[in-house]
């Protein structure tokens, strides 16, 4: 059987049982456990909902680390007394917007050998959510917590660490990772480059794209991923102004 680290490979049609909720005795014990490594568009939601800036939601709750196997920089939330900043007696006090490692538990997601995305379960015995009477396939449980939003505005993100792992297995320079971090996490940061640099002046962007991306800031990002490629991997997501 294929397993992600201990854990066995799912298909979208495997079924589970689960059943989170306030009466069980171990409610929120596995917030208080997980380690939440956020993606993009994780930080635009909460970033929103919490009604502040990239940078002060990154310097208020967040760490950054390297992944030594990636070669990359990596943003994990930070706990406060060992517990998520977000959880009160009552649960999440985001859970709207909560990131989407969050959103799939008791899911988790990771990549096969051959690359290709694949589900697993965990399943720990202090966990009483499994003696729960709910039957889930896996494609019901991803469609019923909302994921759907996630991927697709992480899509250009899963894309990069491919693409960096097959073409740049020996990491970034200081100014790549520094436009890496920028791009990825501090979206405000970003469009504050894109707005006011030379960037439009240099790349071949439609007044009708630009108007919308300055509307939605999913879109934004999606430029960013784009610009990205563009500059990290040489790929044509994006055209240069004609002289």
Known sequence: MQKVGDWPVLNLGDRFQFACHKGLSCFTQCCQKLEVMLTPYDILRLKNALNISSDRFL???TETV????????LVKLKKIDNR???LSSEGCKIYKDRPSVCRLYP???GFSNQ???VYFLIKE?????FEGSRKWTVASWVKAQGIEDYDKYNKGFSEIILLKAQSRPHGFSLKEARMFFMACYNLDAFKEFVFKSSFLKKFDLSPKR???I???EPLLLQLAFDWLKFALFGKPTLRIKSA
């Open 125 to 129: 015995k202090e966990c009483l959510g």
């Open 210 to 212: 630009m108007e919308k």
């Open 115 to 117: 690359g290709k995305e």
């Open 107 to 109: 899911l988790g997601r």
């Open 84 to 86: 998520c900043p977000f």
């Open 66 to 73: 390297f992944s030594e196997r990636l070669e990359i920089p």
């Open 59 to 61: 310097e208020k709750y």
């Open 214 to 216: 300055k509307k939605k």
